[in-house]
């Protein structure tokens, strides 16, 4: 009789070193899926370019799908890591919980994540489709896959891709990519409520700003990725598409407004940046809510990288934003968080 495989006997195998053993304990109670969804390689080659592959990745992604025959400790990930990710995707009550692979990803696993998220983009497509969304917006969403994998070759000189919690959620049925702006849909003042404002109006406030403020209602939650300029057009086309693509995601719905909460609708941002920027373009969208909360590190994080140079004289000074943000922190002074709202047109 065959000895069945162990969590221990596939971390052994593979050499995956320190992966936490929690998750091998969590793989090991979950079923494995009985018919695991491989596409065959035609339409996984088809599959891969619509999720914006580069071409030079194409080859070894499809070389390296592990099979049953050939790779059975990775054939064990998984099946199980399958069932486990599909099973915690976003729901109407619940957003997805976690990642699916608990970083750092171990090198021996470096492709595992694209050949999970392979097996299950029919599910993840499906949990899209019965949420109402857009086609156009699911697979804009989902090609940034090949995005951060072009980002981890670049950096890294070798085909891999990593992805932080923040970008699972676009393959959770959780964030979505509408054109230059991020989305997430969600009930105003809920529990949980990750996604929501970090300030709001009293009750009274919000009954008299009518019924999209209310605790309850349905909005979206707008987040600004690091994509390159914030244009005015960019922005302007991606809130039209917002108007009506999620119009069914939640029950209760359509949405009324979005909010968004960040260091770019700081008001003392106009001290420094011309009128015609496009951070002050993007502020005049919003009607700012009362409150602020200092928080000098997400600006500086967005503006200088994760991996910026400690103290403020050594940050570079290139351009009129970066100069205001050093300017700004040796006088003594903070950059704050805000929240605002705008109306989506119904």
């Known amino acids: 009789m065959k000895k069945a495989m162990t969590g221990a006997h596939v971390a052994e195998k593979l050499g995956l070193g320190d992966v936490p053993l929690a998750w091998l304990a969590k793989l090991e109670e979950a ?14 080659s088809v599959l891969l370019a619509r999720l914006s592959v580069a071409r030079e990745d194409l080859a070894e992604v499809l070389e390296t799908m592990p099979s049953p025959e050939r790779d059975p400790e990775l054939w064990w ?28 990803v171990p090198e021996a696993l470096r492709l595992f994540t694209v050949h999970l998220i392979l097996v299950s983009i029919a599910a993840i497509l499906q949990r899209q489709q019965e949420f109402g969304v857009p086609d156009d917006i699911s697979w804009e969403t989902l090609s940034w896959l090949g995005r951060a994998m072009s980002t981890y070759r670049a950096k890294q000189g070798k085909i891999g891709v990593s992805l932080a919690g923040w970008d699972w959620l676009r393959f959770s049925a959780w964030l979505y990519q509408v054109g230059r702006l991020e989305v997430t849909p969600y009930w105003l003042l809920t529990h949980p409520q990750e996604a929501g404002p970090l300030f709001w109006y009293d009750e009274q406030t919000a009954d008299q700003l009518g019924p999209g403020h209310k605790k309850g209602a349905a909005a979206l939650s707008l987040h600004i990725p690091a994509l390159g300029p914030l244009t005015a057009e960019a922005c302007s086309e991606s809130l039209c ?33 011309p009128y015609d920027s496009n951070i002050r373009d993007f502020q005049r969208r919003f009607t700012l809510v009362p409150g602020a909360r200092d928080n000098d590190d997400w600006i500086l994080r967005a503006v200088f990288g994760a991996e910026r ?38």
Not at 241 to 270: H, V, Y
Request: charged share 20%; hydrophobic share 35%.
């Open 309 to 346: 140079p400690q103290g403020l004289d050594a940050l570079p000074q290139r351009t009129t934003l970066e100069r205001a943000v050093v300017g700004h922190l040796r006088q003594g002074r903070h950059w704050r968080m805000r929240t605002g709202w705008l109306q989506l047109a119904q």
């Open 77 to 104: 990930l998984l099946e199980r890591s399958h069932n486990v990710f599909v099973s915690s995707l976003a729901s109407r009550e619940n957003q997805p919980s976690g990642e699916p692979i608990p970083p750092p």
């Open 241 to 273: 598409r917002m108007q009506t693509a999620f119009n069914k995601i939640q029950p209760g719905g359509p949405p009324r407004i979005a909010t968004c909460t960040s260091w770019m609708l700081d008001e003392q941002l106009a001290e420094y940046l």
């Open 31 to 44: 079923r494995p899926a009985a018919d695991l969804p491989v596409p065959n390689p035609d339409a996984l």
